[in-house]
């Protein structure tokens, strides 16, 4: 086959078909953005979340996402799974990445305050170089049944970036609107240099 990431991610994505276990109507935080919440999905069940995103900027680039999590009931607190990520544009060529990702929830939303701690790592499929990991610590306050607020604060690491290791932060506000599972958010993030 000419292009062996075509024939990885369809193993992938039929891997993660027979885990699959439809959920809840959920937040949106730790889908298709880049500031997480606290809390870890319903223990017993798995999610699956696929994405594309389009850079204007970056010569026509973009990103495409598919990850699988899961949440045992015997581990209720722990979130672990998987992330299939490939990037293409002018600035940083044709990538795709593979690697772990677990999110543990410390103190869950309802108390008023939600902490979590989660990870993740991507290695090039091409090169087998880690490429990116992270470390963050992501703090929920729900200000109503329909209105939240996510921050995170953490370690950020990208091998091609400028400064590899920075400090990583965002801010993000989440409101469910009309239906239960329509929402609107508003995101900032950003990385300095830092950890050095």
């Known amino acids: 086959m000419k292009n062996p990431s075509v024939v990885f991610l369809a193993f992938l994505l039929l891997s993660f078909f027979p885990v699959l276990a439809p959920g809840p109507a959920a937040w949106a ?20 979340d696929t994405w594309v995103s389009k850079f204007d900027d970056v010569g026509g680039g973009g990103y ?30 044709d990538s795709q990445l593979f690697g772990p990702q677990a999110k543990v929830n410390f103190l869950p939303e309802d108390s008023g305050v939600g902490i979590g701690l989660t990870f993740n790592s991507g290695v090039a499929l091409q090169t087998g170089f880690l490429e990116t990991a992270s470390l963050i610590v992501p703090v929920t306050i729900p200000l109503d049944d329909h209105v939240r607020f996510n921050f995170n604060l953490g370690w950020s690491y990208v091998r091609i970036a ?15 609107i009309g239906w239960e599972d329509v929402s609107l958010m508003l995101e900032l993030f950003g990385r300095q240099p830092g950890f050095t």
Request: contains cysteine; proline residues 5%.
């Open 64 to 93: 495409f996402n598919a990850t699988n999590a899961c949440t045992l009931k015997d581990l209720p607190k722990l979130q672990f799974g998987a992330q299939f990520q490939h990037l293409w544009g002018a600035d940083f060529g």
């Open 162 to 176: 400028q400064s590899p290791d920075a400090l990583f932060y965002g801010a993000q506000v989440e409101a469910k």
């Open 29 to 48: 935080a730790g889908g298709a953005h880049i500031v997480d919440d606290s809390e870890v999905i319903d223990p017993g069940s798995c999610q699956f």
